[in-house]
């Protein structure tokens, strides 16, 4: 009993004195980089899109690392919030992940392309139908057509493919496509078909789409490969080149909006982020460089 | 020599009431966070609502209510009598050397994780059922379809994963009935088979149905397994061979990105599922008592 006892204590003190290494470790690193600290200081308010609110997070991470002595914030509330707040000057950037509307081009406001999000429409190789129009692909997925002889395809029941709720692909392709409409109280409603497979990941959408010969689903551009087929959205192929030249039409820039003359700081960010950034942009999505 | 019990006797205690205490806290967690939007949305629009659509602001849990029942009834119905059936074969028929086989192997069963049975499903299950279930199913109604994600494929590998649990504590119970029962059968003439159906299998009742409420508790809270079979629709099923979201494969699959409404509202399924448990052990303590208690 007392070996066990006397075992136990040892174990407790080894992991301690472990973890106690660890955290000196780190405390060595977070001073080292203090040394190499910039001048640069101030604070930044990003404000906008949900859409590039993760990107935006990611990149102040890392720009802040860099220069310790900046704080940026970042809001969310929607592209239109990101426009408007850049405009009123309530934020100092505003992040929208939509093309900037005629009406809003009268603000006056400085546009920078961060990155591209593009989403491709995956089906089975063995499927022959290769191009849909963005009509086409919003009624299979809103379930107006269900089967593939409707889009030049064989007599073959339609699977629809989605992924979860909430999922940041999905709300992408639902608004880009018009499959996201506003109801008649001028709510937007997520109109996806209620016969769709739902799968949790872009994996999982891409496994399912690769075994079942009758799917369809979506998937991020960056995570095609030769397991599934990449349909022609308009007879445009997706690819980085069509969605950077914006000839393909399921992707959609980020954009970071400023008003007016631009603090010293917010330059050196939106330098960063065009720069160093689209190193971060490119694990997700297309870089713009 | 005391003082050292004594140490022992509290440390034993702590762990006791870190035990209990983690029950009491979870659920007093789930209620805490689950039970403001049933009470906002309506606890009866919420459990008998036919819409999960979280985005659209709709959240009726009636579909994936539908799914975890269905995938785990379908589960009981094909793992129950396998397993029991397996349990007295390997306690009354099979000789000792096979038993030396086949038991571990059963165990192991159980050592499997559960994403590795939801990978073999999606592998082998989903299109063997698309493929070579559907044609036959057709024949008989040329309307059937499906993708081969459903409730067919959850229930499937749901039943080769309760296997274990049911065949080792039916087994258990079957070898502890008392040799004078099987004796006296046998001397009075019946069968061996006989024995095992009129004799055997009731004095073990008790057990069996331990194993089954055990094996349908693993079956009801699985989710990695199910996620990747099922679909995931959240659509009250009207056929076995429909897709089906279940209340533990929405939790998981939506919690990451869930805004504070909807996870709530995830919480909430949370309760349901809770209860929903609650129901079924409760109801199965209850049969088992009035069949095995006397």
Redesign the interface.
């Known amino acids: 009993m007392k070996k066990i006892l006397s075992l136990v204590l040892v174990l407790m003190m080894g992991i301690t004195m472990l973890s106690g290494c660890g955290s000196k470790g780190e405390t060595t690193d977070e001073a080292e980089t203090k040394t190499n600290e910039n001048t640069l200081s101030g604070k930044i308010v990003i404000a906008g899109s949900t859409s590039v609110q993760p990107l935006s997070e990611e990149l102040a991470a890392v720009f802040m690392e860099k220069y310790p002595e900046v704080s940026v914030e970042v809001q969310g509330g929607g592209s239109s919030v990101g426009v408007k707040s850049a405009a009123d000057k309530i934020a100092d950037i505003g992040a929208a992940s939509r093309e900037i509307k005629e009406s809003e081009k009268s603000l006056g406001l400085t546009e920078y392309v961060i990155a591209k999000d593009g989403i491709a429409v995956v089906v089975n190789p063995s499927n022959k139908v290769s191009d849909l129009s963005l009509d086409q692909i919003k009624k299979i997925f809103t379930g107006a057509i269900t089967n593939w002889k409707e889009v030049g395809g064989e007599d073959q029941a339609i699977t629809v493919v989605s992924r979860e709720e909430g999922s940041g692909t999905r709300g992408a392709f639902v608004e880009i496509t018009k499959i996201e409409e506003k109801n008649a109280e001028g709510k937007n409603m997520d109109n996806t078909t209620k016969n769709a497979l739902v799968q949790p990941s872009t994996g999982a959408v891409k496994q399912t789409v690769s075994n079942t010969p009758d799917a369809i689903g979506y998937i991020s551009m960056g995570a095609m490969d030769e397991t599934v087929k990449g349909v022609k959205v308009e007879s445009v192929e997706a690819t980085e080149e069509t969605a950077k030249a914006g000839t393909y039409k399921i992707a959609r820039p980020f954009n970071y909006l400023t008003n007016g003359e631009e603090s010293e700081v917010v330059k050196a960010y939106i330098t960063f982020v065009l720069n160093e950034g689209q190193e971060i942009v490119k694990e997700e999505f297309i870089s713009v460089k | 020599m005391k003082k ?1 019990e004594k140490i022992i006797e509290a440390f034993l205690l702590i762990c006791a009431t870190v035990a209990t205490l983690s029950v009491f806290l979870i659920t007093f967690f789930i209620f805490k966070e689950g039970l403001p939007i049933l009470k906002e949305y309506g606890i009866i629009h919420f459990v008998f609502g036919k ?7 709709s959240y009726g849990a009636f579909p994936m209510i539908m799914g975890s029942i269905s995938v785990t009834l379908g589960a009981l119905i094909i793992g129950v009598p396998m397993g029991i059936s397996c349990a007295v074969f390997l306690a009354e028929i099979a000789p000792k050397s096979i038993v030396k086989i086949f038991k571990p192997a059963i165990e192991l069963l159980a050592g499997i994780p559960s994403v590795v049975y939801g990978f073999f499903g ?2 082998i299950l ?2 063997l059922i ?1 493929m070579h279930i559907l044609p036959i199913i057709q024949k008989f109604n040329g309307e059937a ?1 499906t ?3 459903s409730i067919l494929a959850g229930a499937m590998i749901l039943a080769v994963m309760i296997l274990p649990t049911i065949v080792n504590i039916s087994e258990n119970a079957i070898r502890s009935v008392p040799i004078e029962y099987k004796q006296g059968s046998l001397a009075l003439g019946a069968t061996q088979f006989e024995t095992i159906i009129k004799v055997i299998l009731p004095a073990a009742k008790s057990g069996i149905i331990t194993s089954v409420v055990l094996g349908m508790g693993r079956a009801v809270g699985e989710t990695m397994a199910v ?2 079979v099922t ?5 009250v099923p009207g056929s076995v061979l429909d ?1 089906v ?1 279940t209340l533990t494969g929405t939790i ?3 919690m ?4 504070p409404t ?1 996870q709530k509202a995830l919480f909430a399924t949370g309760v349901i599922l809770f209860v929903f448990i609650m129901l079924l052990n409760v109801s199965a303590t209850w049969t088992m008592k009035r069949l095995g208690g006397e």
């Open positions: 050292y819409t999960w659509s979280p985005t659209n602001g999606l592998a989903v299109p698309r379809y993708s081969g994600y996620i990747l679909g995931n629709m959240p659509k897709s979201s998981a699959m939506e990451g990105y869930a805004t909807h």
